[in-house]
């Protein structure tokens, strides 16, 4: 069947549909890439700061298990820390911390995505506030730098530890390792209002080697809390560069039952660096990308609060683009839309939503046999951004492509409360109240379903680690090392020691490497 007429509440696709209107601007679309640490080599630095089965309701476990329930007069009070975020999902969610004696607030951006604490630690054009270590009579030097690059930005600062406290989050100081930057490039943002990084990934990721102790780490050992948090970014619908004030919670201890409604879905944790989850398939308004399922996990499946959008490999992006356009019940869209560089505008009476189709996930559960989907509406991958004149209500494309992950980002995490159950390794999954537009829902979740039209693994068996791939390359390094001596040493040989070639000895091109080197 052919594709419906263009709705008319579709007034201007920018710099894009040249045989429908004219484009009477053009506005280039900054599309925020994900966290993904590829820091300096590991070198051994011991920094231990010192002691300052599927869906369920989960019920209250032994000590060091999962918590559901504040503890009445102790450290954790889950109701403390509800809505003690802040922000968007175009600029990142942040949390408040007092860091230092006496103590100097920031705010810092919830990552889950990389593993260090780092904050600003000298002045900045980008940001309001820094972290003033030679004013803190608790700040202690270690005197190693360390530098952390992601896919868009990097910064370099030097160890040290101090003492935090979380305003709205778990009672107490706590030493923590922290990373003062005093240089970056693209990392601190115009228009962001959070000061430092809050990397709640595993030790693994966290520079300049896994002996750093984490912030959660850390607040596990000395604050004797379950090791679990939640988080709930509540942005659906809203402006993704608004003001920053929109609403959230991080959770660290637990679960908090009204931030959530329904069955919590859990997946279990493939691998403990990212917080790495194997996706079975993808579907679009209903129908099965078709693809083979270890294309959604090449090389990773993540879950990361640090990144914006929803991320997907190539191969995949490309099926979900032609999938969306095929159901939706636009005619033609420009390439610029789906590739996040032009934005597409309707009137503001208008709602773009109900022209698109719905997006889901599967996961494998628990038990392995079976799946759970989450599913996503357009709301929150048709993402308002911004407001041009009267009457004008523009919206990006909230998707896009990758070249080495599948992320999961705040275009998804924004329909769902997600629980981090280190303990349990595994990643759980339940409809958040606050993902609502005009009172409707924009998120789901449905299981179970079998898994037998789906391979027994989806993820690769070969995992190259950030380590694993230091070691290869210092091997590499070796051989060449090697090789470049015996050159050296054959070029030292006097000439009547060497072999003098005769015709037969000749190396014709067609049999020469020269022909295969790589290029």
């Known amino acids: 069947m052919g594709a419906p007429p263009v709705a008319p509440s579709l007034l201007l696709l920018l710099a894009g549909a040249a045989g429908l209107c004219r484009a009477f601007f053009s506005l280039p679309l900054r599309v925020s890439q994900p966290a993904a640490p590829r820091g300096s080599p590991p070198a051994p630095v011991p920094l231990r700061p010192g002691t300052g089965g599927g869906r369920q309701r989960d019920a209250p476990a032994e000590p060091g298990g999962l918590a559901l329930a504040s503890e009445p007069g102790g450290s954790i009070n889950f109701l403390a820390m509800v809505d003690n975020l802040q922000g968007d999902s175009g600029r990142g969610y942040y949390l ?103 990397g709640l990934a595993y030790g693994t990721l966290a520079k300049p080697s896994s002996s750093v102790e984490t912030f959660f ?33 991080l959770v660290l201890g637990g679960i908090e039952p009204s931030l959530y409604r329904g069955d919590i879905w ?69 390439s610029g839309f789906w590739t996040g560089t032009q934005l597409a505008c309707w009137d503001k009476t208008e709602r773009p939503w109900s022209l698109f189709p719905k997006l889901s996930i599967y996961m494998r559960d628990e038990n392995s046999s079976r799946s759970f989907r989450i599913s996503i509406l357009p709301q929150l991958y048709i993402q308002p951004i911004l407001g041009i004149g009267e009457n004008l209500q523009c919206y990006r494309f909230g998707i896009s492509s990758s070249a080495n992950a599948l992320v999961i980002g705040a275009t998804v995490m924004e329909g769902f409360y997600v629980i981090f159950d280190r303990a349990q390794r595994r990643v759980g999954f339940a409809v958040s109240p606050c993902a609502e537009v005009d009172g ?3 998120s789901e979740i449905e299981g179970p379903f079998t898994t037998e039209d789906v391979a027994s693994n989806c993820v690769s068996v070969i995992s190259f680690h950030e380590p694993v791939l230091w070691i290869a390359s210092y091997a590499l390094m070796s051989l060449c090392g090697i090789i470049l001596l015996a050159l050296i040493i054959l070029l030292l040989i006097p000439p009547r020691c060497q072999h003098r070639y005769t015709d037969n000895d000749v190396v014709n091109d067609e049999s020469s490497l020269v022909r295969h080197r790589w290029k």
């Open 217 to 249: 780490d850390s607040l596990v050992r000395q604050a004797k809390i379950p090791n679990i948090f939640s988080l709930q970014m509540c942005g659906a619908g809203l402006p993704v560069s608004g003001s920053g004030t929109n609403g959230g919670s």
């Open 266 to 334: 859990y997946t279990p944790i493939k691998e403990e660096w990212y917080y790495q989850v194997e996706i079975l398939k993808l579907e679009v308004g209903g129908q099965n990308l078709e693809l083979d399922c270890r294309e959604y996990n090449a090389d990773k499946a993540i879950v990361d609060s640090g990144t914006t959008l929803l991320r997907l490999p190539q191969k995949v992006f490309s099926a979900v683009v032609q999938a969306i356009a095929r159901k939706s019940l636009v005619q033609e869209f420009s």
């Open 440 to 442: 409707s829902p924009v």
């Open 96 to 198: 408040e911390m007092l860091l230092g004696t006496p103590p100097q607030a920031l705010n810092i951006l919830v990552d889950t995505g990389s593993s260090n604490f780092a904050v600003a630690g000298v002045p900045d054009p980008d940001v309001t506030s820094y972290f003033n270590t030679e004013l803190s009579s608790t700040y202690k030097s270690q005197g190693i730098d360390v530098t952390v690059k992601y896919s868009q930005g990097s910064w370099t600062g030097v160890l040290g530890t101090d003492v935090i406290t979380i305003p709205k989050g778990i009672d107490g100081s706590y030493t923590i390792n922290i990373a003062t930057i005093f240089e970056s490039e693209n990392f601190f943002l115009p228009g962001v209002q959070w000061h430092g990084i809050l």
